[in-house]
């Protein structure tokens, strides 16, 4: 059993050194689309990464059309703040892709429109939060998806 995350353009290389422990710890494979607004050999990657960097599964991609097509047969989630079904509510399976987008703007309003019906949103209940951090946000989902494919 397994999860795929995916970062699209990710810009912050601590987020993605602890989503990159994250995937590790779960058991999940990590998708990195560039452009990054970071390089992959950055310290603060790197640091935040630790010392499981090289036991993850990585996989990278030039950019977002060359993710599609080696995946377009899979199933796919996508997460934004403005999706419209709750994360609880995916059908989760064994390789499903989770998607994310960058942490200054998300996925962007075509991709969304695209995949709507596959759209989903962790809840914010106070209206001074507009969004949760992305590491965070990766965090409620994998483990989410680990408890419904362990206890179905």
Sequence with gaps: MALNIVLIE????NNTGNIGRLALAAGAELHLVKPFGFEINDTRLKRAGLDYWDHL????YE???AFFEEHSDKSKAFFSSHGNKDYWDIPFEDN???IFGKESVGL????????HKNTYKIPIF?????SLNLANAVSIV???GLNQLNHH
């Design 108 to 115: 962007s309003k075509s991709l969304l429109k695209k995949h």
């Design 63 to 65: 950019n977002l059309e």
């Design 10 to 13: 990710p810009e912050i290389p």
């Design 96 to 98: 499903l892709f989770l």
């Design 126 to 130: 106070s209206p001074h939060v507009r």
């Design 142 to 144: 994998v483990y989410e």
């Design 57 to 60: 599964k990585v996989h990278y």
